[in-house]
């Protein structure tokens, strides 16, 4: 699995985390401005990665919370639905500015 140089074409990278941490890969994303810290990255997966999903159908995940709280997660496959939660974040920021 590797971290995609882009998310989908209507969603721009807008910026490069752990760039200069070689102990990490660059993961490309995409922050939208406010308060909820939304972000927005994708990854693709090896032809053996695919395979074991389509024999396990079960993605495992590991996040380093550093001793806080878990925060949530949406997972998709469908790029249509992380640029729908994208604009909701965008159209929420705004509302919450008037």
Known sequence: MKPC???????????NIAKDQNEYQTLYAH???GPYGAMCFAVELSDKEIRQLKKSKRLFINVL????PMQPL??????????????????????NDN
């Open 74 to 95: 949406y997972i998709t496959p469908y790029p249509k639905e992380a640029e729908q939660i994208v604009v909701s974040y965008y159209k929420e920021t705004t509302k």
């Open 31 to 33: 922050r939208v401005p």
């Open 5 to 15: 140089k882009d998310i989908t074409p209507n969603i721009p990278v807008n910026v």
């Open 65 to 68: 919370t550093f001793n806080n």
